[in-house]
């Protein structure tokens, strides 16, 4: 068995020589900056006929109060006795959400969390939420002013979630942005939208709606606002709808940040592979264990990936399964909190979930996805943006002229090293690594993503 | 002399890399022998160190009560905020939720009015239980009709289902299999389970449980109704179990019948790319090349396809909770399959499944998962296949001398060709292309799926037949 095993990697080693001698033969041509797209910027994306569509410009306050009959109904249906199978023995999160671990969140959900739902509510509300139509969509945003700009700099700050998401993750970042203090030079003045399809933004009606086009929607909302010039910083989608904007709008773009850099781009994935086999001309010795050889990344892709799989293929499927099935839906998002906030953790039977979260935090979340029954229309960005058509584009060959900042949190699904994000951010000014840290950094670490934010704002000097 | 060291160092350079190639090559197609393979592993919950079996054999009769169909019901009857499909889409972003609605209601308003006959129907197959290595087994058992015994060679017949089958597959093909005809000399005995983790059966509630430890378990059964030798037909997982059946215990295999003969070696890998571009060397017709070829398009079909399998076999206990928490998930999950499985040409179709297969049919099927309440144990099937231990068997390059048939149905996953399975069943004696059908065969086309599987039992000549 061993000997399959080394023979295996030898073959894949002579496979990966092979293709490096053919993709240095191309190297000139994969190298060059990419054509920049051309996208309608006045795509429609609303029911019916463009002809027919007169957009409203006005940005409305927007409430974001509940029905009542919403949280009767899932008081009712979190009541119902569960049919949740046993886990199997010795197992933590290896085969999923524990279903031991699953009945507690929902008995907590049910008997605590909406017994309190005005307080909740109330506190979804402590920023400022509206409304404005853009290209046939109601996008809905927060927009949080400084507290105080004597003596400080203020720079627009379009800050991004992912999925599964919300604008709840930003929660205990925004103050730290808003807030003026002794760390930092500079406020912000934050708009954070939910993604089209998420939370209180409307979903597509038509085909078509991938990063890139989402990206030229946050655009126009962030011109709609009076924005011309500003700072991105996003993860998960969030930060691939910002290396989309700041590749295809760089007039408006002054600083991306991102938790989540990466580079889908031939050159970034070639570079990929380079890395693998000479990871020491790659990688500092230091970080070098933050990065896996393509073969690790391949195994863990395969590990976690199955929901990107369904999503990409069949979200109206997986969607329907998840709508007004409270149960359902808890496992499958709060399953992506426990694993990408520490892989480890898929050891525990709890899944370590309060280790770095309250489920609070958890069901504010997951409350939002459910009271704006937006989980379908969330897949649907997966199989918009995996497609042929999509990555035909290879926006993320486009140079990012803004300068740009990684922050490297190690339990992060996969990281992209420097070299290999040289060809889409020349102008990569700050990189940094931390041992601690997952995927939802903003949730999880805030004051930290807060320090690490304005330490990469500070060396872009912009102001 | 230095120009000719310098040439023979370069040959035996050359010569070593060529060697070591070959080397490469062999170890990784040669046949493997029969690994070793416990046949009585305990799989009850304990430890099962004092466990004695209850061999027993006891009658099985789906009686639900009635406030389950009641409370199903009131669960088809929520209001449910599907979301519209994008405009211009049917079928191709997943299951389309205005069919979904209109099965909702049908389930509710027609199908479970009439829940009493549906139950009459699904036990008018004699059902049984008993225990295997500390398991519950449920299956069908229909032997064969009286006036068949009389004139007929009868054999016993294993049949397995897959996902997300279960033994409702086999309502039609089942009496085919044991009336007295005129097709066929033969009838059989048959036995249809529900998988382990599947159905009425048990699961396994510890991890392991892979496709190895299903086939020894229904062999098992098998062994412990009296029969030593038997034929297996299967599609999807059956397909796979009944497989390694024959891998594994082919002493007990009269014959392996397939609706699904899939093979994932190196070697048959190789094969197939060497085919893709010599197909009608490889293939007895060019009638035959597209159900294999071109091979991009077919993993291209398989990766859109094939979301479920992956999300199935690394989170089972995550969608499976989804599924277990509502009927409608269920039905959505369920329903997606059928519908694509009905074909390219009525895959976007809103009348495919009630053209394909029958409502009822179809809805038999969903009731007994939701009934069961299995989606999670079968969802873990898929784990467990795809993990280290089970791929360290590789059985499909162990070599099994049981005589093999192959039904390839036009629209189902691609299978694999004569001269790939050949490595592994060099017994193959059957072997046929349909250029109708898909997935569900049983189900479909139940008597060509019966002629198919007495062909393939009279090539065997067991009783002296001629040709």
Same mark, same amino acid.
């Given at each position: 068995m061993a000997g399959v095993g080394s023979t295996l990697v030898r073959i894949s080693v002579a496979g990966i020589a092979i293709l490096f001698f053919v993709g240095y033969k191309n190297y000139r041509d994969l190298s060059a900056p990419g054509k920049r797209p051309d996208l309608d910027t006045e795509a429609y994306w609303g029911p019916g006929d463009k002809a027919l569509y007169k957009e409203n410009k006005a940005i409305l306050p927007f409430d974001i109060s509940v029905d009542p009959a919403i949280i009767t109904d899932l008081k009712g249906q979190l009541s119902r006795p569960l049919k949740l199978q046993e886990p199997?023995?010795?197992?933590?999160f290896q085969y999923g959400f524990n279903s031991k671990e699953l009945r507690n969140v929902v008995k907590y959900w049910r008997d605590t969390y909406l017994n309190k739902w005005s307080e909740r509510e109330e506190y979804l509300k402590k920023f400022e939420h509206f409304q404005t139509e853009i290209q046939g969509l109601k996008m809905h945003f927060i927009h949080a002013k400084p507290t105080k700009t004597t003596g400080k700099k203020v720079l627009p700050l379009l800050l991004m979630h992912g999925w599964p998401g919300?604008?709840?993750?930003?929660y205990d970042f925004i103050p730290l942005l808003t807030t003026p203090n002794d760390k930092s030079d500079y406020v912000f003045e934050v708009i954070a939208p939910s993604l089209?399809?998420?939370?209180?933004s409307q979903g597509s009606?038509?085909?078509?709606?991938?990063v890139a086009q989402v990206s030229v929607i946050m655009r126009n909302l962030m011109l709609r606002l009076g924005f011309q010039k500003y700072v991105i910083q996003g993860g998960d989608w969030g930060s691939l709808i910002g290396s989309n904007l700041a590749s295809l709008f760089p007039e408006n773009v002054l600083a991306y940040h991102s938790n989540m850099c990466s580079n889908n781009s031939p050159m970034g994935s070639i570079q990929l592979i380079l890395a693998s086999i000479f990871p020491s001309y790659f990688l500092d010795?230091?970080?070098?264990?933050f990065y896996k050889g393509a073969g690790d990344l391949f195994a863990h892709i395969l590990e976690e990936m199955g929901y990107a799989h369904i999503q990409a293929t069949k979200p109206d499927t997986v969607g329907s399964a998840l709508v007004d099935n409270p149960v359902g839906l808890a496992a499958y998002i709060i399953e992506k909190f426990s694993t990408w906030t520490?892989?480890?953790?898929?050891?525990?039977e709890d899944g370590g979930l309060t280790k770095r979260f309250t489920y609070d935090q958890l069901l504010d979340n997951i409350m939002i996805y459910y009271v704006t029954n937006s989980i379908t229309t969330s897949m649907r960005l997966y199989s918009e943006s995996m497609n042929k058509s999509q990555l035909g584009?290879?926006?993320?060959?486009?140079?990012?002229q803004a300068k740009a900042g990684c922050a490297h949190f190690l339990h992060e699904l996969a990281h992209t090293s420097d070299k290999q994000l040289a060809n889409k951010f020349p102008n990569l000014i700050h990189t940094t690594h931390y041992t601690d840290g997952g995927h939802f950094p903003a949730f999880e670490l805030p004051e930290t993503l807060y320090a690490d934010f304005t330490a990469f704002i500070k060396k872009a000097a912009l102001v | 002399m230095k120009c000719l060291l310098v040439f023979g160092l370069i040959v035996a350079v050359f010569g070593a890399f060529v060697g070591y190639g070959y080397l490469l090559f062999t170890d990784f197609t040669r046949p493997l022998p029969k690994p070793e393979f416990n046949d009585n592993t305990y799989w009850g919950t %304990?430890? %099962?160190?004092?466990y004695i079996a209850d061999e027993e054999i006891y009658e099985f009769k789906l009686q639900v009560p009635s406030e389950d169909i009641e409370d199903l019901r009131k669960q088809l009857n929520r209001t449910l905020r599907l979301t519209e499909p994008l405009d %211009?889409?049917?079928? !191709?972003? #997943?299951?389309n939720t205005y069919a979904l609605q209109q099965f909702a209601d049908y389930w509710r308003d027609k199908y479970l009015t009439v829940w009493d006959e549906r139950e009459e129907y699904l036990n008018s197959l004699k059902q049984f239980t008993t225990e295997i290595q500390g398991l519950n087994i449920h299956f069908i058992h229909e032997h064969a009709k009286e006036e068949a015994k009389a004139r007929k060679h009868v054999y016993p017949l294993l049949l397995l289902h897959g996902w997300p089958g279960?033994?409702? !597959?086999?309502y039609d093909f089942i009496p085919m299999l044991g009336k007295d005809q005129n097709v066929s000399d033969y009838a059989f005995d048959v036995v249809a389970p529900s998988l382990v #983790?599947? %159905?009425?059966s048990d699961a396994a509630?510890?991890?392991?449980?892979?496709a190895a430890e299903m086939a020894t378990v229904m062999r098992n059964l098998m062994l412990r109704l009296g029969y030593k030798e038997f034929f297996v037909q299967g599609g999807d997982w059956g397909s796979i179990i009944g497989s390694n059946l024959a891998t594994l215990y082919p002493e007990n295999v009269l014959g392996y019948h397939s609706n699904m003969c899939v093979l994932h070696t190196p070697l048959a890998f190789l094969k197939g790319i060497y085919a893709s571009y010599f197909p009608e060397k490889v293939?007895?017709?060019?009638?035959?090349i597209d159900h294999h070829f071109p091979l991009w398009e077919k993993y291209e079909g398989l990766l859109k396809e094939s979301g479920y399998f992956h999300i199935q076999a690394t989170k089972p206990d995550t969608i499976g909770a989804a599924l277990t928490s509502s009927p409608v998930a269920l039905a959505t999950y369920i329903l997606e399959k059928f519908q694509t499985c009905a074909g390219p040409g009525l895959a976007?179709?809103? #009348?495919a499944i009630t053209t394909v297969y029958g409502l009822e049919a179809v809805l038999d099927n969903l009731m007994i998962y939701y009934l069961s309440n299995s989606a999670t144990t079968a969802a873990r099937f898929y784990a467990e296949n795809v993990s280290k231990e089970y791929r360290a068997l590789?059985?499909?390059r162990v070599q099994s001398p049981v005589p093999m048939g192959c039904a390839r149905f036009r629209n189902d996953l691609p299978a694999a060709f004569d001269w790939q399975l050949r490595d592994k069943?060099?017994?193959?004696?059957h072997s046929m292309y349909f250029q109708q059908g898909g997935h569900f065969a049983a189900m479909e086309m139940p008597s060509m799926l019966y002629n198919d599987f007495t062909t393939f039992v009279r090539k065997l000549a067991l009783h002296g037949e001629t040709f």
């Amino acid at each position: 068995m061993a000997g399959v095993g080394s023979t295996l990697v030898r073959i894949s080693v002579a496979g990966i020589a092979i293709l490096f001698f053919v993709g240095y033969k191309n190297y000139r041509d994969l190298s060059a900056p990419g054509k920049r797209p051309d996208l309608d910027t006045e795509a429609y994306w609303g029911p019916g006929d463009k002809a027919l569509y007169k957009e409203n410009k006005a940005i409305l306050p927007f409430d974001i109060s509940v029905d009542p009959a919403i949280i009767t109904d899932l008081k009712g249906q979190l009541s119902r006795p569960l049919k949740l199978q046993e886990p199997l023995e010795g197992v933590g999160f290896q085969y999923g959400f524990n279903s031991k671990e699953l009945r507690n969140v929902v008995k907590y959900w049910r008997d605590t969390y909406l017994n309190k739902w005005s307080e909740r509510e109330e506190y979804l509300k402590k920023f400022e939420h509206f409304q404005t139509e853009i290209q046939g969509l109601k996008m809905h945003f927060i927009h949080a002013k400084p507290t105080k700009t004597t003596g400080k700099k203020v720079l627009p700050l379009l800050l991004m979630h992912g999925w599964p998401g919300t604008v709840r993750e930003f929660y205990d970042f925004i103050p730290l942005l808003t807030t003026p203090n002794d760390k930092s030079d500079y406020v912000f003045e934050v708009i954070a939208p939910s993604l089209p399809g998420y939370g209180w933004s409307q979903g597509s009606s038509k085909t078509g709606l991938g990063v890139a086009q989402v990206s030229v929607i946050m655009r126009n909302l962030m011109l709609r606002l009076g924005f011309q010039k500003y700072v991105i910083q996003g993860g998960d989608w969030g930060s691939l709808i910002g290396s989309n904007l700041a590749s295809l709008f760089p007039e408006n773009v002054l600083a991306y940040h991102s938790n989540m850099c990466s580079n889908n781009s031939p050159m970034g994935s070639i570079q990929l592979i380079l890395a693998s086999i000479f990871p020491s001309y790659f990688l500092d010795s230091q970080h070098a264990h933050f990065y896996k050889g393509a073969g690790d990344l391949f195994a863990h892709i395969l590990e976690e990936m199955g929901y990107a799989h369904i999503q990409a293929t069949k979200p109206d499927t997986v969607g329907s399964a998840l709508v007004d099935n409270p149960v359902g839906l808890a496992a499958y998002i709060i399953e992506k909190f426990s694993t990408w906030t520490n892989p480890a953790f898929r050891n525990l039977e709890d899944g370590g979930l309060t280790k770095r979260f309250t489920y609070d935090q958890l069901l504010d979340n997951i409350m939002i996805y459910y009271v704006t029954n937006s989980i379908t229309t969330s897949m649907r960005l997966y199989s918009e943006s995996m497609n042929k058509s999509q990555l035909g584009l290879n926006v993320d060959s486009v140079p990012i002229q803004a300068k740009a900042g990684c922050a490297h949190f190690l339990h992060e699904l996969a990281h992209t090293s420097d070299k290999q994000l040289a060809n889409k951010f020349p102008n990569l000014i700050h990189t940094t690594h931390y041992t601690d840290g997952g995927h939802f950094p903003a949730f999880e670490l805030p004051e930290t993503l807060y320090a690490d934010f304005t330490a990469f704002i500070k060396k872009a000097a912009l102001v | 002399m230095k120009c000719l060291l310098v040439f023979g160092l370069i040959v035996a350079v050359f010569g070593a890399f060529v060697g070591y190639g070959y080397l490469l090559f062999t170890d990784f197609t040669r046949p493997l022998p029969k690994p070793e393979f416990n046949d009585n592993t305990y799989w009850g919950t %304990g430890d %099962g160190d004092n466990y004695i079996a209850d061999e027993e054999i006891y009658e099985f009769k789906l009686q639900v009560p009635s406030e389950d169909i009641e409370d199903l019901r009131k669960q088809l009857n929520r209001t449910l905020r599907l979301t519209e499909p994008l405009d %211009g889409i049917a079928f !191709e972003y #997943g299951f389309n939720t205005y069919a979904l609605q209109q099965f909702a209601d049908y389930w509710r308003d027609k199908y479970l009015t009439v829940w009493d006959e549906r139950e009459e129907y699904l036990n008018s197959l004699k059902q049984f239980t008993t225990e295997i290595q500390g398991l519950n087994i449920h299956f069908i058992h229909e032997h064969a009709k009286e006036e068949a015994k009389a004139r007929k060679h009868v054999y016993p017949l294993l049949l397995l289902h897959g996902w997300p089958g279960s033994v409702r !597959e086999f309502y039609d093909f089942i009496p085919m299999l044991g009336k007295d005809q005129n097709v066929s000399d033969y009838a059989f005995d048959v036995v249809a389970p529900s998988l382990v #983790g599947f %159905g009425f059966s048990d699961a396994a509630t510890r991890p392991g449980f892979n496709a190895a430890e299903m086939a020894t378990v229904m062999r098992n059964l098998m062994l412990r109704l009296g029969y030593k030798e038997f034929f297996v037909q299967g599609g999807d997982w059956g397909s796979i179990i009944g497989s390694n059946l024959a891998t594994l215990y082919p002493e007990n295999v009269l014959g392996y019948h397939s609706n699904m003969c899939v093979l994932h070696t190196p070697l048959a890998f190789l094969k197939g790319i060497y085919a893709s571009y010599f197909p009608e060397k490889v293939l007895p017709s060019r009638f035959f090349i597209d159900h294999h070829f071109p091979l991009w398009e077919k993993y291209e079909g398989l990766l859109k396809e094939s979301g479920y399998f992956h999300i199935q076999a690394t989170k089972p206990d995550t969608i499976g909770a989804a599924l277990t928490s509502s009927p409608v998930a269920l039905a959505t999950y369920i329903l997606e399959k059928f519908q694509t499985c009905a074909g390219p040409g009525l895959a976007q179709d809103f #009348g495919a499944i009630t053209t394909v297969y029958g409502l009822e049919a179809v809805l038999d099927n969903l009731m007994i998962y939701y009934l069961s309440n299995s989606a999670t144990t079968a969802a873990r099937f898929y784990a467990e296949n795809v993990s280290k231990e089970y791929r360290a068997l590789q059985l499909d390059r162990v070599q099994s001398p049981v005589p093999m048939g192959c039904a390839r149905f036009r629209n189902d996953l691609p299978a694999a060709f004569d001269w790939q399975l050949r490595d592994k069943f060099p017994n193959l004696k059957h072997s046929m292309y349909f250029q109708q059908g898909g997935h569900f065969a049983a189900m479909e086309m139940p008597s060509m799926l019966y002629n198919d599987f007495t062909t393939f039992v009279r090539k065997l000549a067991l009783h002296g037949e001629t040709f």
